[in-house]
């Protein structure tokens, strides 16, 4: 292919629709602070998510980050470590302790039969990924956390749109935490929304991504700044009304990958699972070297050499990072770590052409020994 193809590439709505949305604020001069995109967006979100609350912030790591401090916890918080580098940052910069349970090797997400084991009388929250767009088992983890009284916090980065029994992903938990970074299927350049049900939780989180200000002069807890502005938020809005298409788009690339790689030996693909509404964010690929004759790795490199990016999303385990040296245990979480080192993420973006789907699994079915 003579032109690259990378692991993502941002959705982007019409050149005028964009400058028609935010030509008003030339007039206004309202350009932050919660403005009118911000109410709009907002809005808009809580109508889509189906959420009964939506607060924005400035990207999906400070939801994650606010929200642990608005729950007021302490001690610790059991989580995976097959995960984006933020899920478990936002934990120890809020003073807490990651305490990592594995995966399931089907759908990558927390294996919930490993959960109480790990609560102690410290644990103040559990916080699952919804990897990939895969559904945690939310039914089992609410249980656990009604029987212990436990906070759920999802990273809900990867479930936009994602609906499960015929409800949003965001009506699961406490709270859910989406990102709207750029390459993500729905984004506002960066961006991110925290979505919950508590009131008292909601007041908390406003307040904090805004220096913690309550009214005009005082500042009733230390906040931060995580306010998005409101060329992002029109960003956001623009692109909420091609959101269903852009999903469509994904869903037929993610097809044609499943046609061509199902029923490889060595090969294990996402599962679909029962009752989800999928939103195809990821494409993920498990290779098992002794059935496949090649690893991920050469997988990679043979890829690259025809300027197609597949990405090792996630390696390495965030409790593998080097600023956690000799803290945590990957051994501990085995199966993670078996995925991490044999996963493949491959490109998948709603423009991404059928043809270019097909020269991907020629590939990557070339390595195949
Ligand atoms: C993208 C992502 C985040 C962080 O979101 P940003 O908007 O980039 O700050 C958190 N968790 C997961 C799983 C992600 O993929």
Redesign the pocket.
Known sequence: MNHSIQVARSSMPAFEEYCEEIQGLWDSRWLTNMGEKHQQLQSGLAKYLEASQVELLT???MA?ELSLQAFGLSGEVITTPF??A??TQAIVRNGLTPVFCDINPIDFTIDVSKIEALITEKTSAILP?H?YGNVCSVEAIEEIARRYSLKVLY?A??TFGVRYKDRGIASFGDASCF???AT?VFHTI?G?AVAYQDKDFGQRLTRLKNFGLEGQEDASEVGGNSKLDEFRAAMGLCNLRHIDENIVGRRKAAERYRERLENISGIQLNPIQPEVLSNYAYFPVVFDEAAFGADRNQVLTALAAKNVYARKYFYPLTSEFSCYRNRFDPGLTPIARRISQRVLTLPLYSELPLDAVDTICDIIISCKK
């Open positions: 990207n999906g790591h994650l995960t984006f933020s899920t990924v990897v990273d980065a990867h990102s709207f970074h993500k960066e991110g």
